[in-house]
């Protein structure tokens, strides 16, 4: 098995890269839906490490569920 070599990073693409991702999610709200987006990929790769592999298509009908039979706070 071949071990993978680190490839030097163009600092000046990699920067401008990330001022670009700062502009498009200037703001609070638009950070948090990205947040939320990819919450549920977390846990499903998680899981997964735990040996407990659950898909995406269950963690969604569990949401589903738990949003329908939640109690008005």
């Known amino acids: 098995m071949t071990k993978a070599t680190l490839q030097p990073v163009n ?4 920067n401008a890269k990330l001022c670009r991702w700062r502009q498009q999610h200037a703001d609070l709200a638009t950070r948090q839906a990205l947040y939320r987006g990819r919450v549920l990929e977390w846990v499903v790769e998680s899981m997964k490490f735990e040996n407990e592999p659950v898909t995406m298509a269950r ?6 569920n738990q949003k329908t039979t939640r109690p008005a706070a």
């Not at 600092?11 to 990699?14: E, I, M, N, R, T």
């Open 11 to 14: 600092l000046p693409q990699a």
């Open 59 to 64: 963690l969604q009908e569990l949401l589903a």
